[in-house]
């Protein structure tokens, strides 16, 4: 497939997607780590309430490190996969240590931290930090309606 076609497609696609979320527009690192893994494996319309009680409740990497760990759980209940609330609090108090309480502008860095694998590191990368660097899940990428790759 022509690569100038893909993105062609790929833009007018997105253009015409206009649903309002919360991290929309949002370029703090924390805040776009937070929406990718709460968005892991959950729908947008069910994860959108999460996201902002998670904001609201801990504004900053500093106050999701040191907040109690059955507080962060407490607030992921209905979620499901609680191994992602443990890696964010995980995640948090390491980016407090290693990091000096800023989430990493690297992508080596990104991966070594708990719940941060390939797609997420690359979408905080393009997000947050404006690097060009593609996010894809290649699974997605291969249900892909024939429709929406193929000229009409």
């Not at 999701?64 to 992602?84: C, H, N």
């Not at 390491?94 to 990091?99: A, E, G, Q």
């Not at 690097?131 to 990428?141: A, E, G, N, T, W």
Request: without cysteine; positive net charge.
């Amino acid at each position: 497939m022509d690569q100038q076609f893909f993105t062609k497609q790929l833009l007018k696609w997105a253009k015409n997607i206009n649903r309002p979320m919360p991290w929309k527009g949002e370029k703090n690192p924390y805040y776009i780590w937070l929406s990718e893994i709460i968005l892991q494996q959950t729908r947008i319309a069910q994860g959108t309430p999460y996201y902002k009680a998670f904001v609201k409740t801990f504004p900053t990497v500093n106050e999701l490190a040191v907040a109690d760990e059955e507080v962060v759980l407490k607030l992921w209940q209905g979620l499901g996969y609680y191994s992602r609330a443990r890696n964010l609090k995980k995640t948090a108090r390491k980016i407090i240590s290693n990091f000096g309480g800023i989430l990493p502008s690297n992508i080596d860095d990104l991966k070594t931290l708990p719940g941060i694998g390939a797609y997420t590191s690359k979408a905080i990368m393009a997000i947050a930090f404006n690097k060009p660097i593609v996010p894809l899940d290649f699974q997605s990428v291969q249900n892909l309606s024939a429709s929406f790759l193929l000229p009409h």
